[in-house]
């Protein structure tokens, strides 16, 4: 049975007042399944074990998600919405480029608003890369290729290229995976450099910082796409007077008769 409030991207429960209702039981179920299915993976996560760390009846994972698959699946979009909602956004005609770029990575971070809870989906998404399931294979279609391909068409636009070579999907996926490497590393830098994750207008400046780095890249390209180009042929000079093929008429030396 397909709840109405099944599609709704999730938000990690905020500290509330003494007497607030708890979260609904979907939520805590999916909050559960993400920390139980990070930690301990597919396999060795139960059904019993999700429903007593939500505290919930074993029941209500089917009647919120039918199984444990379906479950499993819905953490890989309900928590923070899926990266293909976002390419009708960066595509939108008449962005500039970097109004573009921004808008990619201001979506693909915000999610890192959530602190722990976003660490606990890295740490889903790496042991789903580590131990595939099905998941992978859409996983890898849906918020993989789709927003490559739809940033590959964005820089053929501005580049002016009629369609990409080897070189624009080098600058592609450099371009997006600055924002994937964020995401991966973000353990190392709440150790090294904490203060850099600390707080949503930390988030947001990496989204101002990474759009500025990658319209130095989308330059460099140019650039280097520029250079590479052969020099157009020069036309041929005329001949000049002194070079006229015009033999010139010889003048005989007099010989001078002793």
């Given at each position: 049975m397909r709840r109405d409030d099944e599609a709704r991207p999730l938000s990690p429960p905020r500290p509330g007042a003494p007497g607030d209702s708890p979260p609904p039981a979907r939520t805590r179920l999916l909050m559960a399944a993400l920390k139980l299915f990070s930690e301990q993976g597919y396999a060795k996560t139960s059904i019993r074990a999700i429903a007593a760390e939500a505290q919930v009846n074993v029941a209500s994972v089917s009647?919120?998600?039918?199984?444990?698959a379906a479950l499993y699946a819905a953490l890989f979009s309900a928590p923070f919405g899926s990266l293909q909602s976002l390419v009708p956004d960066f595509m939108r005609p008449?962005?500039?480029?970097r109004a573009a770029l921004h808008c990619f990575y201001q979506g693909a971070l915000g999610p890192l608003h959530d602190g722990e809870m976003a660490r606990q989906v890295v740490r889903l998404h790496i042991r789903e890369m580590l131990e595939p399931t099905a998941q992978w294979q859409i996983e890898l279609e849906k918020d993989v290729r789709a927003p490559n391909e739809a940033m590959a068409a964005l820089?053929?636009?501005?580049?002016?290229?009629?369609?990409?070579?080897?070189?624009?999907?080098?600058l592609t996926l450099t371009v997006t995976g600055?924002?994937?490497?964020?995401?991966?590393h973000q353990e190392v830098v709440c150790a090294m450099q904490p203060q850099l994750l600390a707080s949503p207008a930390a988030v947001d400046q990496w989204a101002e910082r990474l759009a500025d780095y990658a319209m130095a890249m989308v330059a460099t390209e140019r650039r280097r796409r520029t250079r590479s180009q052969p020099a157009a042929p020069s036309a041929p000079a005329s001949p000049s007077p002194s070079?006229?093929?015009?033999?010139?008429?010889?003048?005989?030396?007099r010989s001078t008769a002793p």
């Open positions: 009647y919120y998600f039918g199984d444990k008449g962005l500039s480029l820089l053929c636009r501005h580049l002016g290229l009629p369609q990409a070579d080897d070189d624009l999907h080098r600055l924002a994937f490497q964020l995401w991966s070079t006229s093929s015009t033999p010139r008429r010889r003048t005989a030396r």
